[in-house]
């Protein structure tokens, strides 16, 4: 299993997911080949892509629960300043631009997207695990 290939699949299936659109991406139990299929795919489709038992789906985000415990977290280790603000900015809607505002003034946007990346990969590489898939890059 590819894990750059993975990472690009959960992308792929987590902004259709965040935009409406419909799409997937599932992975070959046998091959460990990526498949994504949406609307616009001009990739063939795998026949029983659906069977579980041949094809695992390949998770979102959202699955994972990378969400704003990891950027409290980030802001624990990176930005303990302002910590309480980044606290406060997850208790409203609109939380994600606050805290994208906060990373902006304190000079640490590119930091955060290094730190979330590297949680992706270390929960699809335990994705990975869970699935009996072993990982190459």
């Not at 799409?23 to 026949?47: F, I, L, R």
Request: glycine share 8%; with cysteine; aromatic share 10%.
């Amino acid at each position: 299993m590819n894990l750059d290939d993975l990472m690009l699949a959960c992308e792929f299936v987590s902004s259709g997911e965040s935009s409406g659109f419909d799409c997937g991406a599932y992975v070959d139990k046998t091959t460990g080949a990526v498949h994504m299929v949406g609307e616009g795919m001009e990739d063939e489709v795998p026949d029983h892509i659906d069977d579980l038992t041949l094809f695992a789906p390949v998770p979102r985000r959202r699955d994972m629960d990378l969400g704003s415990w990891l950027a409290i977290a980030f802001a624990a280790e990176h930005l303990a300043d302002r910590l309480d603000d980044v606290r406060q900015a997850f208790r409203r809607s609109g939380a994600y631009a606050k805290f994208r505002s906060i990373l902006m003034q304190a000079g640490q946007y590119e930091a955060w997207g290094a730190y979330e990346q590297a949680a992706l990969e270390r929960e699809l590489q335990r994705w990975c695990e869970a699935n009996d898939f072993v990982v190459v890059r």
